[in-house]
């Protein structure tokens, strides 16, 4: 039998401003969460996330999701999807204090996120954190967050 989780409806994935291709992104992402692997490094300036998977489709969706999602972030353009963690707000807010690197790797994307202001390096790590988090429990991560 197939996980509850699989393939169900999510409607908590669609935003305000949320493209049918992002929420697609979503959709994969936490259909296969299992299939993550993920590591994170906090410096003390920022994060340094390395996020990975052998799953090509996957992995095109996970590349596609932080490509838009960083271009969101330097736009100012919050998607509002409801389920998203408060943490994005502060990261929203202050976005242009943020310095945003990518790279590819075989496998997907590293991302060295920095600032010079502390609170936004404590808020960029724990949204790195959150995101573990969700790669490793998927949807029970979520709920969990907002049933607090
Ligand atoms: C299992 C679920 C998810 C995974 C694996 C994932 C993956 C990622 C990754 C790898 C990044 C780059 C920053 C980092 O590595 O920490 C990122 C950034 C971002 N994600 Fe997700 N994400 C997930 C769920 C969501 C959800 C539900 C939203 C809802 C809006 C979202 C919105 C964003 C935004 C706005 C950013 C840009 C913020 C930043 O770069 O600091 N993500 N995501």
Redesign the pocket.
Known sequence: MKHAHDEMNMPGLQGKDTTENEVDD?KT??NN?QQ?IRKVENISNG?I?T?QTQDEQLRAA?VS??VA??A??EEKRD?K?I??SPT?DI?FAHSDVIN?QISMTELG?V?T?TSANQSVVKA?QT??AE?SD??KR?MEAVHERMSN
């Open positions: 979503l992402i936490f969460h993550i994060v996330t996020t996970l999701h932080v999602m960083v969101r972030l998607p999807i389920i998203q994005l990261l945003t994307i991302v996120q960029l949204h790195a995101v969700m790669a998927g």
